[in-house]
């Protein structure tokens, strides 16, 4: 079946009225946000059913179903179109906007598309625009882990992990890596808010070899990811914005992943589900895999919902279902 094509029907862009007197001010990266400067746009949408150069606002219709979208094992291609910034990377701020807000009208749904520059903006920025958004929309605006035990989140973590690793067949003695983008908020001292709108998120690993993380049971790979979490601490983020500030970097993803490593990404605790916006909760998450690095094991994983998982090429899966 040939899918339609995305109609645009109006674009704008929507600045502060009155005008702010000091918006030509410059506003000073910190290192986290430099370093993503290669990397790519976040781009992550809601879809909803229908009931009865500032930031850029796009209305845009499809002829298409809810069901289109919902149906296929994969994200659909079409998918792509719901978002204005689509393969754009971080150093294309310069000339394009650093927000686009995309809604797409359905048959017989909607679909609110956000795409924002990722060196203004980490992941609990983007939900915490994306929650305040909807909030201004309901009128009731409101400007707003430690643990000792093992979370069902660090256990999903290595059951994925090994199952991936043994889905690759790869040696014993080769290493292999888990890796999660942690909130570093909270960790500082003193801790950042959870409001503050940029990037502050760090990589941690667990590494083992191939043979002992399968020597060993599930517990032992998660109490492994559990200890890199509970030592990422205010002295760790020091010590990177110091060496950062000595020799500064900027992330190149070609680098920062091998087919030897498993990344998490993203969180289960943004609140993707509580926007409301007159249509009831939304049916589904959806975001678009921008992120390709080909390896031994031949796919690329992208878990959606829960978290996002780059290896080797690509694969996506809901909350536990995963195939490749």
Same mark, same amino acid.
């Given at each position: 079946m040939?899918? =339609?094509s995305?109609n645009?029907?109006?674009?704008?862009?929507?600045?502060?009225? !009155?005008p702010i007197?000091?918006?030509?001010?410059i506003?000073y990266?910190g290192?986290w946000?430099?370093?993503?400067?290669s990397?790519?746009?976040?781009?992550?949408?809601?879809l909803?059913?229908k009931?009865?150069?500032?930031?850029k606002?796009?209305?845009a219709?499809l002829?298409?179903t809810v069901?289109v979208i919902l149906?296929p094992v994969?994200? =659909? !291609?079409? %998918?792509?179109?719901?978002?204005?910034h689509?393969?754009?990377?971080?150093?294309?701020?310069h000339?394009?906007?650093?927000?686009?807000i995309?809604?797409?009208e359905l048959?017989?749904?909607?679909?609110?598309g956000?795409?924002?520059?990722?060196?203004?903006?980490?992941?609990t920025?983007?939900?915490?625009?994306?929650?305040t958004?909807?909030e201004?929309f309901q009128?009731?605006v409101?400007? =707003?882990?430690?643990t000792?035990?093992?979370?069902?989140?660090?256990?999903?973590s290595?059951?994925?992990w090994?199952?991936i690793t043994?889905?690759?067949?790869?040696?014993?003695?080769?290493?292999?890596?888990?890796?999660?983008?942690?909130?570093?908020?909270?960790?500082i001292?003193p =801790?950042? !808010?959870?409001?503050?709108?940029?990037?502050? $998120?760090?990589?941690?690993?667990?590494?083992?070899?191939?043979?002992?993380?399968f020597?060993?049971?599930?517990?032992?790979?998660?109490?492994?990811?559990h200890?890199?979490?509970? /030592?990422?601490d205010?002295k760790?983020?020091?010590?990177?914005?110091?060496?950062?500030i000595?020799?500064p970097?900027?992330y190149?993803m070609?680098?920062?992943?091998d !087919?030897?490593t498993?990344?998490?990404?993203?969180s289960?605790?943004?609140?993707?589900?509580?926007?409301?916006?007159?249509m009831?909760?939304?049916?589904?998450?959806?975001?678009?895999?921008?992120?390709?690095?080909?390896g031994?094991?031949?796919?690329?994983?992208?878990? %959606?919902? $829960?978290?996002?998982?780059?290896?080797? /090429?690509?694969?996506?899966?809901?909350?536990?279902?995963?195939?490749?």
């Open positions: 040939n899918t =339609p995305l645009l029907v109006s674009e704008c862009f929507i600045k502060p009225y !009155p007197e000091d918006s030509n001010q506003c990266l290192p946000d430099i370093a993503m400067i990397s790519h746009y976040i781009q992550k949408g809601l909803f059913k009931s009865s150069r500032g930031a606002f796009i209305l219709t002829d298409i069901n149906s994969d994200v =659909p !291609p079409i %998918v792509k179109s719901f978002f204005d689509h393969r754009a990377v971080n150093h294309d701020g000339t394009m906007s650093l927000l686009s995309q809604v797409t048959l017989d749904g909607v679909f609110i956000c795409s924002m520059n990722h060196c203004i903006g980490d992941g920025a983007y939900w915490n625009f994306f929650n958004f909807s201004i009128n009731d409101h400007v =707003p882990f430690d000792n035990k093992i979370s069902s989140f660090q256990s999903l290595a059951l994925v090994r199952s043994r889905a690759c067949q790869q040696q014993c003695g080769q290493r292999t890596t888990c890796k999660l983008s942690l909130n570093n908020r909270t960790r001292e =801790p950042l !808010p959870n409001e503050y709108f940029g990037n502050s $998120i760090h990589a941690v690993g667990a590494e083992t070899t191939v043979g002992e993380l020597r060993n049971d599930l517990g032992w790979a998660a109490w492994k990811i200890l890199a979490i509970a /030592n990422h205010d760790v983020v020091q010590n990177y914005v110091e060496e950062w000595r020799s970097i900027v190149r070609d680098l920062f992943f !087919p030897y498993v990344m998490m990404g993203s289960p605790r943004f609140n993707m589900y509580g926007n409301e916006f007159g009831g909760k939304a049916l589904a998450y959806k975001t678009i895999l921008y992120l390709s690095i080909v031994a094991c031949g796919t690329v994983v992208h878990i %959606v919902f $829960i978290c996002h998982i780059y290896t080797d /090429n690509a694969l996506s899966f809901g909350l536990i279902i995963f195939y490749y």
